[in-house]
Nanobody
Framework: QVQLVESGGGLVQPGGSLRLSCAAS????????IHWYRQAPGKQRELVAS???????SYVNSVKGRFTISRDSAKNTVYLQMNRLKPEDTAVYYC????????WGQGTQVTVSS
């Protein structure tokens, strides 16, 4: 079993930055990547960024060049650095992993507003 705990959300003005953290505990040998999803009010949950255990990264087009996913293996933590934030980035952000089960964190709210 794996537990995922997100932190770092908050209220930020347009153009600002936030760094989200996803701390993982437990183990599941089938997991080979960690993902960040987000869900805005009235919209479907969407995949924002992914990082594999080999370090390969991928991003949805709307955040390319603004968001960076990274990991600290020693701390079992994955980060999402979000720069040049826009109001449309407002959402609950979730950490996710696929292994023997599908694991989700509880989510952290990001609000971009002036």
């Amino acid at each position: 079993q794996v537990q995922l705990v997100e932190s770092g959300g908050g209220l930020v003005q347009p153009g600002g930055s936030l760094r989200l953290s996803c701390a993982a505990s437990g183990s599941d040998f089938r997991i080979n990547a960690i993902h960040w999803y987000r869900q805005a009010p009235g919209k479907q949950r969407e995949l924002v960024a992914s990082i594999t255990y080999g370090g390969s990264t991928s991003y949805v087009n709307s955040v390319k060049g603004r968001f960076t996913i990274s990991r600290d293996s020693a701390k079992n933590t994955v980060y999402l650095q979000m720069n040049r934030l826009k109001p449309e980035d407002t959402a609950v952000y979730y950490c996710n992993a696929w292994g023997s089960n599908i694991y989700w964190g509880q989510g952290t709210q990001v609000t971009v507003s002036s």
